[in-house]
């Protein structure tokens, strides 16, 4: 696949799903591979993306600034510490959300897409003007969702609306699969999901508690934690997301052992 | 609908059904409503006036009338089933075999659904 420039916005609709975990972690498996990166924090609101990459003490100018020409776009971007080939242009104020208008992100997308080979931009919840103008910015987009019904009825309410923006690819992200309450048929499927949504399903994560340690520490899962379950998810995500074939986990057949023959057993389709 | 086998021992031992099926199944009506954009009170309009309109030709049970929003594939369908009675011109029966309960006893309607 191109490795060109691609400029890809992470929504949900619903907040509290992963769209600024999933960025991050993103962020820093693209810049592993060597591919420059930008994520950009479109949630002026409620910023931060600053605050899980652990850059938030580091930040001296915004998107806000850069939008009112007083500082150059190499001002305000804060590179990572370890990762260099990542960088975060943060949120500015919130009131920044009074005059932003869509052309306004379309401009600081395209001097982003100057200098690096993705963009990656963490869009804010909800379907208002906050995600209007950080679509319009967009080329392609990753849905989060969770397997739960108010996450993918939102989900759906994104699809709809970066459709009819002529938004493409869109892809799907299932993030905080609980692999035992699935095969126990009280979570909805991986299935379930993919067919209500009808996306392609770009990879799913696993529910893992170590997301929580590493937001505490202020350093993504993918940085320094690779071989917990989630941060392997969010590696194949990165792969996947440049072509690379790297099959699907089957959460159900993950689990071994009696117990999960048994829900396999359970799970069998009678009519 | 599909069945597990899980479904099967739950509905056995007169458990409560796996709580996947019912969200996968809820999520199904309110995308199809959410999608189309149609209040319940607008298809329930549309959904007299289309039985106006088959009841000049055919006579149908009104009250079993069902007129859905079903989606697939993010294509969303309007489903009509409307369980026909006879013909106005003759004696022709043309209701569905799985109708036959109601239509014999036309006078008290609404006794044996859903079976």
Known sequence: METDKRVILICSGKGGVGKTTLTANLGISLARQGLTTAVLDADFGLRNLDLLLGLENRIVYTAQEVLEEECRLDQALVKHKQESNLSLLPAGNPRMLDWLKPDDMKRIVEMLKEQFNYVLIDCPAGVEDGFKNAMAASQEAIVVTNPEVSAVRDADRVIGLLNTNAIKPVQLVLNRVRPKMMANQEMLSIDDVTDILALPLLGLVLEDEQVIVSTNRGEPLTLNSVNSPAAKCYLNIAKRLQGEDIPLIDPIKESSGFGAKFRRLMQTKIF | ?115
Do not use: F, W
């Open chain 2, 1 to 115: 609908m599909a069945m597990t086998l899980r479904d099967i021992i739950n509905k056995l031992l007169r458990r409560q059904r796996a709580s996947a099926s019912t969200a996968r199944e809820r999520l199904q009506l309110v995308l199809a409503h959410d999608r189309s954009d149609l209040s319940t009170e607008l298809l329930d309009q549309m959904r007299r006036e289309i039985l106006e309109v088959v009841a000049k030709y055919v006579e149908i049970d009104v009250d079993e009338g069902a007129v859905s929003l079903e989606t697939e594939d993010r294509m969303t369908a309007l489903v009509a089933n409307l369980p026909i009675k006879r013909t106005m011109t003759g004696q022709i029966k043309l209701k569905e075999p799985n109708n036959q309960l109601e239509e014999n006893s036309q006078e008290t309607e609404g006794t044996d659904q859903n079976s």
